[in-house]
């Protein structure tokens, strides 16, 4: 039985059109990534703190600093894993305040704690930071010793 030169063309541009449409399939996901990346960046360059607005269901800071506390106050602080305790749990006697913001390194907390922890008062704090230094060090692994250090330095 001889091999049928129609049908072999026939699979060989089937086979071909099933690569590039994979191929133009795989660029087009890479390159949504890169452009949300690179807007990612871009808001860091114009915000480098990030989104400092407040959550819903919050205290705001001028209802925990005027007049007398309603209770101890407890400020949560650092990264997204601080951000995502919503709701915080209830304690009674105690103001829980969420300062959380995802995707701030140390070096951006370190900026903000004077504002968002220490002017509260706080009779205690809760502080989650680091993950997102260390993150870059599969990004930068020349430079681990470095990132370490200073997320160390920071906290």
């Not at 099933?18 to 871009?42: D, K, M, P």
Request: glycine share 10%.
């Amino acid at each position: 039985m001889g091999k049928n030169p129609n049908r072999m063309l026939w699979w060989s541009v089937v086979l071909l059109v099933f690569i590039l449409g994979g191929s133009l399939a795989g660029n087009v996901v890479i390159y949504r990534q890169l452009v949300e990346t690179c807007r990612e960046l871009a808001l860091v360059r114009l915000h480098p703190l990030g989104p400092l607005g407040q959550k819903k269901g919050d205290p705001s800071r001028q209802q925990i600093l005027q007049g007398p506390p309603a209770g101890k106050r407890i400020v949560f602080f650092g990264d997204s894993r601080i951000q995502m305790w919503h709701p915080l749990p209830t304690i009674p006697h105690a103001v829980l305040i969420n300062n959380g913001i995802g995707g701030q390194t140390t070096a951006q907390c370190l900026v903000r704690i004077d504002n968002d922890v220490v002017a509260l008062k706080p009779e205690l704090v809760v502080i989650q930071v680091g993950i997102n230094d260390l993150k870059y060090i599969g990004l930068f692994p020349h430079r681990q010793s470095k990132i370490a250090n200073n997320c160390f330095d920071n906290i």
